[in-house]
């Protein structure tokens, strides 16, 4: 089963179908929806489905923080001191050149 929604796709992540989850957040995120980038983030925070990833969440929360999503916002701060200079660097050029899909 794929989420082909936001709802779905937080409803597999609550049952912990990480698989469906993270495919349904991906999807979304990629579409540019800002929910669907901080799960994301929260998901590579945690290491819930995919291998623990602070570049990776530091990536997502910011997507989502530049459209006003203040959780994100937070968890990007928190996130961005685990990061090197390099890291945080390398994050911040790819979010500036990313569009949705």
């Given amino acids: 089963m794929q989420a082909q929604t ?5 409803a597999a992540f609550q049952r912990a179908d990480y698989k469906t989850a993270f495919a349904g957040f991906k999807r979304l995120a990629d579409q540019g929806n800002p929910k669907a980038q901080s799960y994301l983030g929260s998901m590579f925070t945690d290491g819930k489905g995919v291998p623990r990833n602070d570049q990776s969440a530091y990536f997502w929360f910011l997507l989502s923080s530049a459209q006003g999503n203040s959780t994100a916002a937070k968890n990007r701060d928190i996130v961005e001191k685990n990061l090197t200079p ?8 790819t979010a500036r050149v990313w569009q949705p899909r």
């Fill in 86 to 93: 390099q890291q945080r660097a390398n994050a911040q050029a």
């Fill in 6 to 10: 936001l709802d779905q796709a937080v």
